[in-house]
């Protein structure tokens, strides 16, 4: 694109054509796709999109729109969700996101033709001075005060594989990739080291195939068949713009029984530098169906499950400090058998930023109805539900003040199994007490990974932070230094000092509102921190017990 967005051109350029290739028009070069199907819109790509969308001299266009034959706009045009149809001529680049573009006889475009996460329709009716490029990846938005921001490639949850990835011959209708991976460090697996393919075709409705198998290195190099899983998953969109999906799997994995308290980093490490695993975990062998959803704020899915569910005992993985001299905690036991159940997941992200947020909101519904199967010798018919709800508020250019409710567990009189149990306590959710403090009793009663038993069977918690951003300039020019040019130290140092509160209480038998009601059920704690932006360094204090301070760190936000 010209004028003010000759770098958002020269990215478009160089993705799309050799840079020995000249514009030609339309009929000379056709249409240029410069990603493999399947794969992501790139970072830089999506920065010069909002900056070109963004731009006060861009004319802006949403939903359905049309130029007449005999009409004649000077300028560059912007046109988010679409569809575009375009009859007459446009002096300026051209840009839609998320919508097709129907182009009429005789229609005109003296620029650059760029459309994401849509069709171009009848190019050969008419002319495209400049270059044509389609991205196929949905572009995900939220909208703001100067125009839209990128939200990144996917909601969260998605499964993805990470790691290194080995790039295997593309063809024109598709890719294909190896992927090898390590997954998260626990005291039942060790290391699990997941690899294999992931092949996609091409269209607008592609085909994926996944298939990892997962060494549990805990084994060594010679495992039996209870140290191998896999992980087999197909997905077929529907739809034309990826926001729709069927999906089928066949997996054996070892699954945390919560993990929402610390993620899979801070967890492996304090696994292995210091020999502490705040998790549980059970054995997950089965398969599900799943129908999927998500656009550019909301995101679910729906999915039938058939399970057989197994307790793991821990394991004595290798750890840098007191490898010998302490024993890891025993694993929880949870209630064996087959399940069979009916899962939806509903969700929205309005985040103006999904790692460190300073506006917007996220809410996330979990709710499962067992349906079938035998756990511990009995039918279950359990309801468990689990709603996490976030909220960020700008208060000023650099504070942000938020809020977070967390409340699940099960509903009505049918008793969860020991696997949809919950705890809270320590780091990522009251870390003025000791970690899995409030479960229950069921670590200090000594029977825990002799019978069924993991936490309470309901939760709630309620967290607020305000955070503020200081600013740190140094600066040392040649001024300073005789004889010297140019700058020669600059630093920009922006910690955010951190305030938060914490409620929560955890139970089994007495109903929400009663039990809610009593004061004396609920424990608090208050505390403050330092967040050296991907590390944090904070101390707690808890309001009810035993009075004593507790320094813990974590590596992200706290929510």
């Not at 300028?75 to 009859?87: F, N, R, S, T």
Request: charged share 25%.
């Amino acid at each position: 694109m010209r004028s003010h967005s000759v770098t958002f051109s020269a990215a478009v350029l160089l993705c799309a054509l050799p840079a020995t290739l000249p514009a030609q028009d339309t009929i000379q070069v056709g249409v240029r796709t410069p990603l493999p199907p399947g794969e992501e819109l790139p970072a830089q790509v999506a920065h010069e999109l909002v900056a070109y969308y963004n731009s006060p001299s861009t004319i802006r266009f949403s939903g359905r729109t049309e130029v007449p034959a005999d009409r004649t706009i000077g300028g560059d045009v912007a046109v988010l969700g679409g569809p575009l149809e375009l009859a007459g001529r446009i002096d300026g680049d051209v840009l839609v996101l998320n919508g097709d573009i129907a182009l009429r006889e005789g229609f005109r475009i003296r620029g650059d033709l760029t459309v994401v996460g849509g069709l171009i329709i009848g190019v050969e009716r008419g002319r495209v001075d400049g270059m044509i490029t389609t991205y196929p990846t949905v572009f995900r938005y939220r909208r703001t005060v100067d125009g839209i921001e990128y939200l990144g490639p996917g909601p969260p949850g998605e499964t993805r594989p990470t790691g290194r990835r080995i790039m295997l011959p593309s063809w024109e209708l598709g890719e294909s990739q190896i992927f090898v991976s390590a997954r998260a460090y626990n005291r039942v697996e060790g290391l699990p080291i997941a690899f294999g393919p992931r092949i996609t075709t091409g269209g607008r409705n592609p085909l994926r195939l996944e298939a990892f198998l997962i060494w549990r290195t805990i084994g060594g190099f010679d495992p039996d068949e209870s140290e191998l899983g896999w992980e087999l998953r197909l997905r077929q969109w529907l739809g034309g713009h990826r926001s729709v999906w069927l999906e089928a799997a066949y997996w054996s994995v070892v699954d945390p029984i919560e993990r929402w308290q610390l993620t899979n980093l801070e967890n492996s490490l304090t696994v292995f530098f210091f020999k502490r695993d705040y998790r549980d975990y059970y054995e997950r062998k089965g398969w599900y169906g799943r129908l999927g959803w998500r656009s550019s704020t909301l995101f679910g899915s729906l999915e039938f499950r058939d399970e057989n569910h197994t307790t793991r005992s821990a394991r004595d993985p290798w750890t840098i400090f007191w490898n010998t001299s302490d024993e890891f905690r025993p694993n929880a036991m949870i209630d064996d058998g087959d399940l069979q159940s009916i899962a939806l997941r509903l969700g929205i992200d309005t985040r103006n930023d999904p790692d460190q947020p300073l506006s917007g909101w996220y809410n996330e519904l979990s709710l499962e109805q067992a349906v079938g199967g035998r756990l511990s010798g009995v039918k279950p018919s359990f309801t468990h539900l689990l709603l996490d709800l976030r909220r960020y508020n700008r208060v000023s250019r650099n504070s942000v003040l938020a809020f977070r409710l967390i409340g699940g567990g099960r509903l009505g009189d049918e008793r969860t199994p020991a696997q949809r149990e919950h705890m809270i306590g320590g780091t990522g959710s009251l870390p003025g007490f000791d970690m899995m403090e409030f479960d229950c009793d069921v670590r200090s009663s000594g029977l825990i990974g002799t019978e069924p038993g993991y936490g309470c069977q309901r939760l709630t918690l309620f967290q607020a932070e305000y955070r503020t951003r200081l600013r740190f300039r140094y600066h040392w020019d040649h001024k300073q230094i005789p004889d010297v040019s140019g700058d020669i130290f600059s630093v920009q140092f922006n910690p955010a000092i951190v305030l938060f509160f914490n409620a929560g209480a955890a139970w089994n038998a007495e109903d929400w509102f009663d039990y809610l009601g009593d004061s004396d059920n609920w424990v608090t704690d208050v505390g403050a921190g330092l967040d050296l932006g991907g590390f944090g360094a904070y101390v707690a204090y808890p309001l009810v017990g035993s009075g004593e301070l507790n320094f813990f760190v974590r590596l992200t936000a706290r929510f």
